[in-house]
């Protein structure tokens, strides 16, 4: 059985990308994000950020790159990975999110724009390609010249809700 390392992340950019590429020529598209929690102090709720560091590997960082600037809202979907090393005698480590799937939600300091996705090679869903779209739903033709068919909807449930809230 394998072990499971999913990260899903909804927040803003806490500065601008940065696009590097390693000795081999491989591309790294790096950022930051911060992403906010309420929780409560006391009788009140206060915000509380917490601020994760993001690579997005090969082709896909390449595309978004230009896009991700401080204060954008996105959603990331990665797994997580620790970095090891040793400094002044000491050992470090840091957990980075290894992006897969970045989304451009929003314009920098909200609303609502984007809708952007991209992913990284090698992350591909069901052998489809990084770039295809989800499969149309299929469309009936109805009886001849009407056009097409409205889609069935699941039969509503037939039943008395007991609960009584």
């Given at each position: 059985?394998?072990?499971i390392n999913i990260v899903v992340l909804v927040g803003r950019l806490t500065r601008d990308a940065e696009l590097?590429?390693?000795?081999s020529?491989?591309?790294?598209?790096?950022?930051?994000?911060?992403?906010?929690?309420?929780?409560?102090?006391?009788?009140?709720?206060v915000d509380e950020a917490s601020?994760?560091?993001?690579?997005?590997?090969?082709?896909?960082?390449?595309?978004?790159?230009?896009y991700l600037t401080k204060g954008k809202q996105v959603a990331i979907e990665g797994e997580l990975r620790q970095d090891r090393w040793e400094q002044d005698g000491q050992s470090?480590?840091?957990?980075?999110?290894?992006a897969t799937?970045?989304?451009l939600l929003g314009s920098a300091g909200g609303g609502s724009g984007g809708g952007s996705q991209e992913r990284s090679p090698g992350h591909e869903a069901?052998?489809?390609?990084?770039?295809a779209a989800s499969p149309a739903p299929r469309q009936t033709r109805g009886p001849a010249g009407q056009g097409p068919a409205r889609p069935q909807s699941a039969p509503a449930d037939?039943?008395?809700?007991?609960?009584?809230f």
């Amino acid at each position: 059985m394998r072990d499971i390392n999913i990260v899903v992340l909804v927040g803003r950019l806490t500065r601008d990308a940065e696009l590097k590429y390693t000795n081999s020529g491989q591309s790294i598209c790096r950022f930051s994000v911060a992403v906010n929690r309420n929780r409560k102090q006391g009788d009140q709720w206060v915000d509380e950020a917490s601020f994760f560091d993001v690579d997005y590997w090969g082709k896909g960082g390449e595309a978004v790159n230009q896009y991700l600037t401080k204060g954008k809202q996105v959603a990331i979907e990665g797994e997580l990975r620790q970095d090891r090393w040793e400094q002044d005698g000491q050992s470090r480590s840091k957990v980075i999110v290894n992006a897969t799937n970045v989304q451009l939600l929003g314009s920098a300091g909200g609303g609502s724009g984007g809708g952007s996705q991209e992913r990284s090679p090698g992350h591909e869903a069901a052998g489809r390609p990084a770039d295809a779209a989800s499969p149309a739903p299929r469309q009936t033709r109805g009886p001849a010249g009407q056009g097409p068919a409205r889609p069935q909807s699941a039969p509503a449930d037939d039943f008395t809700d007991d609960i009584p809230f």
